[in-house]
């Protein structure tokens, strides 16, 4: 295996055991399991199984089958293969801990050093590469808050314009925060909008002028409540480049779960995954619905395998507007987070293709913080392109580092400085520590 490659299977399994392993803790009202493979039917699909089926002679078989098969084979280059003995597992469980403890990671907020981010834009636009370009510079910050001065999750918003036509609408996240772009949706001659916010039959509204960059409502509404409802789905590439297999997760991180079990809220997390490759692969993407179940996701995802691709860029397009849609995100009173994991750009050539660019815009509709983690090999496009998705939605841009021989360091070749620079299991307990404690007044 490659070490990029190795890296890149690293980081999967880092981020998805580190983000499920610290936020499932038993719910004070438990959620129905849930879950399962899911198509456009809104049927369990287990098609996703097929490729590895197929490649093994066992055609037409039913998951249980891989099931009950999987004590005795592992994934290796999206194929199965029996392991040599059960020492070598463990030997190869004991190096991925030690591997995983020493991947490290940055992050930049665009929306936070907005100047910095202003200037990479017009620097991107000159080195002329492809992107669907989004107008942004005319940010506005909406805050929402109840009389008590607490934020307000996901109340909703809606941007009307002088005729009283709907242009579009978003939900606020745990920090009573969503983000409008005049320019995307105004004509020129529109000098000023309205703003209609409403949670729980409360209401409030007013024109407000163009040139605003920061507007706070009240709202006579209660902040969330306990426990806080937490949806965390991963869209993963799983193409041939993103890794030769698909690593098993490690037990659970004691000390992460610690950390985040100290939180002033345990959080009723859920969990759901979205897969994709490109055209012309055995698929092209494949959801996986919420579920509380940590087991029982913990498990499909071990029998998902990395396989096609071909060409550089993926279908992202396809898997990031399906991970929004299929899956039944919560959305009320639901603090909700969405980590893309790849390595390349989305394809922006394919007809009759989604665009990542109007999506982006979906999920401020449902109040979906969008966090991309840049994989081993993402070049310049692809970072800008997830570096879009990041900061329309409100999220950071993950990556990780690297020092000397590729090993982990604190070294970037992306287009940002002044980052900071932690293990990747301190930067995502962070990410997940200050999502639920805005509520609480307690930003960290």
């Known amino acids: 295996m490659s070490a990029r490659n190795k890296t890149n299977a690293i980081l999967i399994v880092s981020l998805i055991t580190i983000l499920v ?36 002679g066992i055609s037409g078989a039913s998951a249980p089958v891989l099931e009950s098969a999987s004590a005795d084979m592992a994934y290796d280059e999206g194929m199965l293969f029996e392991e040599e003995a059960p020492a070598s597992a463990g030997s190869m469980e004991h190096e991925r801990t ?10 930049v907020d665009d929306n936070e050093k907005w100047d910095d981010y202003l200037l990479y834009r017009l620097q991107f636009a000159d080195w002329g590469y492809a992107a669907h370009d989004v107008p942004v510079t005319d940010r506005v910050i909406f805050h929402v808050v109840t009389t008590g001065g607490s934020p307000v999750l996901a109340a909703g918003i809606t941007i009307k314009d002088a005729n009283g036509h709907t242009l579009t609408s ?16 105004l004509s020129e001659n529109d000098q000023s909008y309205t703003v209609q916010v409403e949670k729980d039959g409360a209401e409030t509204g ?19 409540g306990n426990p806080v409802r937490l949806d965390i789905q991963f869209l993963i590439d799983v193409t041939g480049s993103m890794s030769d297999e698909i690593l098993q997760l490690k037990d659970n991180m004691i000390e992460i779960s610690e950390a985040i079990s100290r ?3 345990n959080p009723e997390a859920r969990f759901a995954m979205t897969i994709y490759r490109d055209r012309g692969d055995e698929f092209v993407s494949r959801s996986f619905d919420f579920t509380p179940d940590v087991a029982f996701f913990t498990s499909e995802l071990e029998k998902v395998s990395a396989d096609g691709g071909g060409d550089y860029p993926e279908s992202l397009n396809e898997g990031f507007h399906n991970a929004l849609i299929l899956p039944e995100w919560r959305v009320e009173n639901t603090v909700s987070l969405l980590f893309v994991i790849a390595d390349a750009p989305p394809h922006l050539d394919y007809p009759q293709d989604y665009d990542y660019a109007e999506d982006i815009f979906e999920a401020n509709v449902r109040g979906i913080k969008v966090f991309p983690i840049a994989s081993s090999g993402l070049d310049d496009q692809g970072e800008y392109i997830l570096r879009q998705m990041a900061q329309i939605s409100g999220g950071k841009f993950l990556f990780l580092t690297y020092g000397a021989d590729g090993a982990p360091g604190d070294e970037t070749t992306h287009h940002v400085d002044d980052y900071s620079v932690l ?3 301190q930067l995502v307990v962070q990410i997940v520590t200050e999502e639920l404690a805005a509520m609480e007044g307690q930003q960290q």
Request: hydrophobic share 35%; aromatic share 8%; proline share 7%.
């Open 170 to 185: 978003m939900r606020t996240h745990s920090n009573g925060e969503a983000l409008f772009f005049p320019a995307a949706f």
């Open 21 to 56: 392993t610290a936020c499932s803790f038993p719910s004070a009202d438990p959620t129905p399991a849930g879950g399962g493979w899911i198509n456009w039917d809104g049927e369990p699909d287990d098609s996703i199984l097929t490729s590895v089926l197929e490649k093994t």
């Open 423 to 425: 293990s990747l299991d």
């Open 98 to 107: 030690q591997q995983n403890s020493m991947l490290r990671a940055g992050s």
């Open 263 to 265: 939180l002033p809220s």
């Open 206 to 224: 007013r024109q407000v002028d163009r040139s605003s960059r920061t507007e706070t409502f009240t709202l006579d509404s209660s902040a969330a």
